[in-house]
């Protein structure tokens, strides 16, 4: 059997690792000259990291994660607001969780790929005929199954479900990682998650190595429109936020080295049609402020590869991993868009307050596993359960 996936990212690196451990010849194309090099520091729990382990990657996802400590919030002078031992959140989790740059776990998958797999770069999908797909480098590939692994914008949905804009749901903000080398500034993040508590807009700061510090930052925007210039665009809206803030934004890389998107998610009445299907982002973007869009990624591929496995035909397969996987997709897309968007992004001083007196209660006996619960959800069912 053979394989097509449009998207070498983290859904797609996973999917291809397990097709070939099942025996299929994988194909895999991304349109990105090479692997990525911008990206979030990301906690990576859940479903995903269930289905890594069951992959046996787990070890390497130990190894690629980075060492946390505290996760602390700062006012505008650089005071500490709120400050959580990281264990906590670790603790409620039973150990399955792990602090990671993206780039870093995307590494960690594409290491994990077998040399028989064909992995281009700088390649798509043009065209999906009833036989074959043919690659923006004029390859004409007969495949028994083509997945789009390409993220919000993805290719593959637009050439068989239709355009970006039916699917697409603004969330009303947006967002940018970088990363800047200050040994002063890493000083106070070294081993810490350390996020402005500021209304409306937020940058968080990790410290990686090398003197080395990773920033996020987001922001609401009425508009959904990307600006021509990331870098002018960060340095207007996030100015005044305090000396961290400062050092980042006048040490921000050019704009080629910037990640800036929408916050958004995709909705979709229907991840698959005969042999194509949809996966991570590209089916169900839970969006940045949800959490576990990576975890979810891995997962999912995990639940498709396991049901290709086990299926009699590659559509029943497809049809039965859309609809063991939708819901819990769904569910996280709803909580995200519910109740996490203002406890991620206040828009009001009370709002802020209430957030930081739920942390600081976290500490509490008895509350540590509720708080936590609420901030980073686990699934009900097991993704072995799912893929059964």
Known sequence: MRALICGAGIAGLALANRLHH????????????????????????????????????????????????????????????????????????????????RPALERMLRQSLADEIDLRHHTTIDRIDDDKAVLSDGTALEADLIVGADGVHSRVRSLVFGGERDYLRYLGMHTSAFVFTDPEAFEQVRGRFVLTETLNRQMGFYGLDDDRIAVFAVHRAPDPALPGDPRETLRHTYAGMGDLADRALAQCPPPDQVYYDQVAQIDMPRWCDGRVTLIGDAAHAVSLVAGQGASLGVAGAYVLAERLHRSSSVPEAVTDYERRWRPVATDVQMAARDRVTEWFLPTSSAKLLLRRWGFRAIRLPGLDRLLAGFLLPKNHRTVAELSA
Request: hydrophobic letters at 40%; aromatic letters at 12%.
């Open 22 to 101: 099942h025996g299929w010849e994988v194909h895999l194309v991304d349109h990105a000259p090479g692997p990525r090099s911008q990206g979030y520091m990301i906690d990576f729990f859940g479903p995903g990291f269930e289905a890594l382990t069951a992959m046996g990657l787990q070890p390497q996802l130990r190894e690629s994660a980075s060492a946390v400590n505290e996760f602390r919030y700062i006012d505008g002078r650089g005071r500490k607001t709120v400050s959580v031992d990281y264990a906590l959140f670790s603790k409620a989790l039973d150990g399955e969780i792990a602090s990671i740059m």
